[in-house]
């Protein structure tokens, strides 16, 4: 298997070249020797709606029974219910099948072990053993098990609407229409469902929801039913996306504001982690609203594990992940995320297009992403920090964010792609244009 697949957070790749049979009952072999040395034998199956899961399935489940590994397949699921089986089942880690919002052709492992993901040297040591042929040797087994209902019961139990609160739900053809419709149905909620049937063709739209124009059918249906908010879902519904009562999209530091706000009139003093591409804003209405903001990495697996360690009761990440250990187990769930939002709708008595209206008004733009060889990206990052250092405040937690007067500029190099990611935020559009410019020079002489 090539070495590029082995990737930060998961493993990822076109299905039908890259993730082969015999290649993925390797990767099976090495998953099952990994969790046996670490945690036990009890590993959960979980898969997402693509074409080439199921074979994918078949040829891991091989390698994992070969270690000895005892393999509870809990189906095509979103990736939060394979999560949430290895709490409910107590099993020593899992592996979730799925691409997320990569192209149909695509497909990937997230690999859990304990209550966390693995990532980083976790996930090359898995490549290691397959190159090794390092393999614990065994005779395993195979079950079913039904986890969406204890899910969607367990969910939906936690919530009481007050007020009924009318949604327009796209689950994009991924995987979060079956327990998504369960769930809802249970709520004190007028809703729509838009694109609920899994097809991994995904016929509709990309399953991506941080992309505005794959929110333009939501946008217009919320408009159209005069709804509360409007819910998006990526491919395996790990993450999502929002619009409010006009038709807005909530960006993602935008939905960690409203989350944190709610969570810190009950808990004052909780910690809150953002990530490096979040607006200075969220930060300051944490501490706003009496609570602790801490600026951390990009990357579910990395917050996952800074959530424990510093006890944080919400998290979150510009792009859509949203972690809850308030009332919850501290993954990342966009449909639990989903229900506290029409929580805090049907709770408040303003609209939720009024309920960010005090923030205030800066100026941002998109990631920008500027290709730069894998060989080459963390060093242009190290000599961009270098050089600002010498200028300006420099918080260097992920890549290079520059704290000018008036805004703040980001350079980091991508874990999953061979890009540098800029992003910046100003409180005019001159400033925006001019600290842009000066990181953008920067980063051409960093290159040179």
Known sequence: ??????????????????????????????????????????????????????????????????????????????????YYSTVHLKAAGGVMITGSHNPAEYNGFKVVCGAGTIHGDEIQQLRHMMELRDFIEGQGSERAFDIETPYVDEVSAQFDFKRRVKVVCDAGNGTAGPAMHRILARLNVDYRE???EMDGNFPNHHPDPTVPSNLKQLVAAVKKEKADLGIAFDGDSDR???????????????????????????????????????SQSLYDDI?????????????????KAK????????AGEMSGH???????????????????????????????SAQL?????????????????????????????EHFQKLYEVTAV??????????????????????????????????????????EKAVEGARA
């Not at 500029?409 to 400033?431: D, I, K, M, W, Y």
Request: hydrophobic share 40%; proline share 4%; glycine share 10%.
């Open 1 to 82: 298997m090539k070495t590029t697949i082995f990737r930060e957070y998961d493993i990822r790749g076109i299905a039908e070249e890259e993730l082969l049979d015999g290649g993925i009952a390797d990767l099976g072999r090495a998953v099952g020797t990994y969790l046996l040395r670490h945690n036990g034998p009890n590993v959960n199956l979980g898969r997402d709606c693509r074409l080439s899961s199921t074979r994918l399935r078949n040829a891991l489940i091989q390698g994992l029974k070969s270690t000895g590994c005892h393999v509870t397949d809990i189906g095509v699921v979103p990736t939060p219910l394979l």
């Open 322 to 352: 949203m972690f809850f250990a308030d009332r919850y187990y501290g993954f990342d769930d966009a449909l639990y995320a989903a229900c506290r939002l029409m929580e805090i709708v049907s709770k408040s008595g303003q609209k939720l």
């Open 287 to 303: 501490r706003k609203h009496g609570g602790h903001g801490i600026m951390w990495k990009t990357g579910h697996s990395l917050i």
């Open 240 to 278: 999502i996306g929002a619009v409010d009562d006009k038709g807005n999209v909530i960006y993602g530091d935008q939905l960690m504001i409203i989350y944190a706000r709610e969570i810190l009139s009950r808990k004052p003093g909780s910690t809150v982690i953002g990530e490096v591409k979040c």
């Open 398 to 439: 992920d890549g290079a964010r520059i704290n000018f007067p008036d805004g703040w500029g980001l350079v980091r190099a991508s874990n999953t792609q061979p890009v540098l990611v800029l992003r910046f935020e100003a409180a005019t559009p001159e400033l925006l244009k001019k600290y842009r410019d000066e990181v």
């Open 194 to 196: 838009m694109f609920f």
């Open 307 to 314: 959530m424990k360690e510093t006890h944080a009761e919400l």
């Open 357 to 385: 209206a005090d923030l205030p008004k800066t100026v941002t733009t998109p990631e920008i992403r500027v290709d730069c060889e894998d060989e080459q990206k963390f060093d242009v990052v190290r000599r961009v920090t």
